[in-house]
Protein backbone atom coordinates (compact mmCIF):
# COMPACT_ATOMS: atom_id res chain seq x y z
CA UNK A 1 0.00 0.00 0.00
CA UNK A 2 1.03 3.24 -1.06
CA UNK A 3 0.45 6.32 0.92
CA UNK A 4 0.21 9.74 -0.54
CA UNK A 5 0.04 13.12 0.83
CA UNK A 6 -0.17 16.31 -0.63
CA UNK A 7 0.10 19.84 0.37
CA UNK A 8 0.50 23.34 -1.24
CA UNK A 9 -2.95 24.31 -1.41
CA UNK A 10 -4.49 27.87 -0.75
CA UNK A 11 -6.00 30.85 -1.80
CA UNK A 12 -4.42 33.35 -4.12
CA UNK A 13 -5.98 36.14 -6.96
CA UNK A 14 -6.00 35.20 -10.76
CA UNK A 15 -2.55 35.44 -12.51
CA UNK A 16 -0.56 34.18 -9.05
CA UNK A 17 1.11 31.17 -8.55
CA UNK A 18 0.88 28.17 -6.14
CA UNK A 19 3.18 24.64 -6.07
CA UNK A 20 1.70 21.76 -4.62
CA UNK A 21 3.52 18.64 -3.51
CA UNK A 22 2.99 15.08 -3.16
CA UNK A 23 4.82 12.50 -1.24
CA UNK A 24 4.47 8.85 -1.88
CA UNK A 25 5.43 6.42 0.89
CA UNK A 26 6.81 3.60 -2.23
CA UNK A 27 7.29 2.42 -5.61
CA UNK A 28 4.81 4.02 -8.02
CA UNK A 29 4.69 3.83 -12.24
CA UNK A 30 3.40 7.38 -12.23
CA UNK A 31 1.99 10.05 -10.48
CA UNK A 32 -0.78 12.32 -11.37
CA UNK A 33 -2.88 15.56 -10.31
CA UNK A 34 -6.53 15.33 -10.58
CA UNK A 35 -8.93 18.22 -9.56
CA UNK A 36 -12.42 18.24 -8.97
CA UNK A 37 -14.15 21.18 -9.14
CA UNK A 38 -18.12 21.40 -6.99
CA UNK A 39 -20.65 19.65 -9.90
CA UNK A 40 -17.80 18.32 -11.72
CA UNK A 41 -16.01 15.48 -13.01
CA UNK A 42 -12.39 14.87 -11.64
CA UNK A 43 -10.48 15.38 -14.23
CA UNK A 44 -6.96 15.13 -15.29
CA UNK A 45 -4.36 17.59 -14.61
CA UNK A 46 -0.24 16.03 -15.27
CA UNK A 47 0.89 13.06 -14.89
CA UNK A 48 4.67 12.44 -15.13
CA UNK A 49 6.21 8.91 -15.35
CA UNK A 50 8.84 8.16 -12.67
CA UNK A 51 11.12 6.23 -14.44
CA UNK A 52 11.37 7.81 -17.57
CA UNK A 53 9.82 11.46 -16.41
CA UNK A 54 7.94 11.72 -19.48
CA UNK A 55 5.05 13.80 -18.62
CA UNK A 56 1.58 14.85 -20.25
CA UNK A 57 -0.51 17.28 -19.53
CA UNK A 58 -4.52 18.29 -19.85
CA UNK A 59 -5.49 20.86 -22.20
CA UNK A 60 -6.53 23.42 -19.69
CA UNK A 61 -2.96 23.49 -18.43
CA UNK A 62 -0.51 23.14 -20.46
CA UNK A 63 1.90 25.78 -20.64
CA UNK A 64 1.06 27.46 -17.70
CA UNK A 65 2.00 24.29 -14.95
CA UNK A 66 4.78 21.88 -14.82
CA UNK A 67 4.55 18.23 -13.46
CA UNK A 68 8.31 17.23 -11.74
CA UNK A 69 9.85 14.89 -9.24
CA UNK A 70 12.78 14.62 -6.90
CA UNK A 71 13.18 10.91 -6.82
CA UNK A 72 15.56 11.04 -3.82
CA UNK A 73 12.54 12.40 -1.91
CA UNK A 74 9.73 10.53 -3.50
CA UNK A 75 8.24 13.50 -4.33
CA UNK A 76 6.03 14.69 -7.31
CA UNK A 77 5.39 18.70 -7.48
CA UNK A 78 2.79 20.69 -9.70
CA UNK A 79 3.89 24.10 -10.24
CA UNK A 80 0.88 26.16 -11.51
CA UNK A 81 1.36 29.64 -12.90
CA UNK A 82 -1.16 32.54 -14.44
CA UNK A 83 -3.91 30.64 -12.61
CA UNK A 84 -7.08 31.61 -13.10
CA UNK A 85 -10.63 31.46 -11.26
CA UNK A 86 -11.81 28.40 -13.45
CA UNK A 87 -8.71 26.51 -11.85
CA UNK A 88 -10.41 26.08 -8.42
CA UNK A 89 -10.56 22.95 -7.13
CA UNK A 90 -9.77 20.54 -5.07
CA UNK A 91 -6.49 18.96 -6.32
CA UNK A 92 -5.53 15.21 -6.15
CA UNK A 93 -2.48 13.86 -5.85
CA UNK A 94 -2.71 9.93 -7.53
CA UNK A 95 -0.21 7.09 -8.65
CA UNK A 96 -0.74 3.20 -10.44
CA UNK A 97 1.41 0.89 -10.47
CA UNK A 98 1.83 -0.11 -13.98
CA UNK A 99 0.24 1.18 -17.35
CA UNK A 100 -3.77 0.73 -17.09
CA UNK A 101 -4.83 2.86 -20.40
CA UNK A 102 -5.18 6.56 -20.40
CA UNK A 103 -3.67 8.36 -17.92
CA UNK A 104 -6.48 10.69 -17.58
CA UNK A 105 -8.80 8.42 -16.49
CA UNK A 106 -8.74 8.48 -12.55
CA UNK A 107 -10.50 5.02 -12.72
CA UNK A 108 -7.15 3.23 -13.71
CA UNK A 109 -5.27 4.91 -10.67
CA UNK A 110 -4.57 2.41 -6.90
CA UNK A 111 -3.46 5.17 -4.61
CA UNK A 112 -4.80 8.66 -4.18
CA UNK A 113 -4.14 11.72 -1.78
CA UNK A 114 -6.76 13.39 0.89
CA UNK A 115 -6.73 16.32 -1.54
CA UNK A 116 -5.78 20.11 -1.43
CA UNK A 117 -7.79 22.77 -1.84
CA UNK A 118 -6.89 25.17 -4.57
CA UNK A 119 -9.39 28.93 -4.98
CA UNK A 120 -8.35 31.52 -6.80
CA UNK A 121 -10.03 34.52 -7.06
CA UNK A 122 -10.88 37.04 -9.44
Known amino acids: QVQLVESGGGSVEAGGSLRLSCVAS?????MAWFRQAPGKEREGVAV????????SYADSVKGRSTISQDNAKNTVYLQMNSLKPEDTAMYYC??????????????????WGQGTQVTVSS
Open 48 to 55: IYTGSGST
Open 26 to 30: GYTYS
Open 94 to 111: AARRGTYGSWSNPQTYNY
